[in-house]
């Protein structure tokens, strides 16, 4: 997985404005404004493709929560079985839209800005599927709300987990503590519930395979079930077989 390293201008925190030189009218058209406004938040995410599939983008933390409620009186709805006694516990966080019943919940094992294994993965539950966005979009939209942006990635491929199969691709991120090699991976079972996430290296490096036997440490919760988790959790024995003896 390899990829040239594209240049993006301002880092996140930075707010990436140059300076213009003042225009002679201070009252700008109404469709003038509409315009500009329009090209801000087209910028927000940026994407090229060269090579092979080598893509950046950045998009502004604040758009992705905005609807989404924390809640704690929400039971979760997935658990996970960390690879590593002694190493911390998931950490789970119930969001919802008011109003709609939607939920975009997050399980996250480890620290983003730390050496050891990074693991979270986000469920969005709806009443009906929505349009999916591309996996860049969506890794784009989570690196966003940990601070945090894709710098480099690769063309997204398709590998059969014991889960059955995700798209995933290679990817860089960046954040306030430099670099991290990364997975980026979706479930491809989407029906009312969507699971895609970010898996980063600790001590040990991370491929399809590793990544296939991290997803298999997931379980749906009771109210997971209750949501329609089970059909995309559902486990194939043979894949993970194969797990136990790259563990081993």
């Not at 009218?25 to 599939?53: D, N, T, Y």
């Not at 997931?218 to 043979?238: F, I, K, Q």
Request: glycine share 12%; with cysteine; hydrophobic share 40%.
């Amino acid at each position: 997985m390899s990829g040239e390293r594209i240049g993006l201008g301002a880092m996140p925190g930075g707010d990436g404005v140059g300076e213009f030189a003042p225009l002679r009218r201070r009252r700008w058209p109404l469709w003038l404004s509409f315009s500009l406004s329009g090209c801000a938040f087209a910028g927000l995410v940026l994407v090229q493709s060269h090579g092979q599939g080598l893509v950046a983008m950045r998009t502004s933390p604040s758009f992705s929560r905005v609807a989404f409620i924390e809640t704690d009186q929400l039971p979760p709805m997935l658990s996970f079985s960390p690879p590593d006694a002694g190493r911390g516990q998931p950490r789970y966080l119930a969001r919802v839209r008011d109003g709609t019943g939607e939920r975009r919940d997050t399980l996250t094992y480890g620290e983003l800005g730390a050496d050891d294994l990074f693991f979270r993965v986000t469920v969005h539950s709806v009443k009906s599927a929505p349009a999916r966005p591309s996996l860049f979009v969506e890794l784009a939209k989570q690196s966003a709300e940990l601070g945090a942006a894709v710098v480099r990635a690769t063309s997204p491929e398709f590998y059969a987990t014991a889960r059955g199969p995700v798209e995933w691709t290679g990817m860089t991120l960046t954040g306030p503590n430099g670099e991290r090699s990364c997975l980026g991976f979706r479930f491809a079972r989407a029906a009312e519930v969507e699971l895609s996430g970010l898996a980063c290296e600790g001590r040990d490096s991370l491929d399809p395979v590793a990544l296939g036997c991290l997803i298999d440490r997931l379980s749906a919760t009771s109210a997971g079930l209750e949501a329609g988790l089970g059909e995309a959790l559902r486990s194939d024995s043979g894949r993970a077989a194969v797990c136990r003896r790259v563990a081993g």
